[in-house]
């Protein structure tokens, strides 16, 4: 049962495979990252003072 939903999500979200893709992702995901620190940063000085 749980293995026939494993198979089923990853169909409908295929892991990336070749080095392009994984590298997309993951800049994707650096970019995210840092623009999530920046906002946290920038609240904490404008709300810490």
């Known amino acids: 049962m749980a293995g026939q939903e494993k198979v ?3 169909r ?3 892991v990336p495979q ?3 893709e ?3 992702c ?3 995901g650096w970019i995210l990252f840092t623009l999530f620190t920046v ?4 609240l904490t000085l404008y709300f810490g003072g």
């Open 18 to 20: 070749t080095l392009a």
């Open 12 to 14: 409908k979200y295929p």
């Open 22 to 24: 994984i590298n997309k």
């Open 26 to 28: 993951s800049f994707i």
């Open 39 to 42: 906002a946290i940063f920038a």
């Open 8 to 10: 089923e999500l990853m």
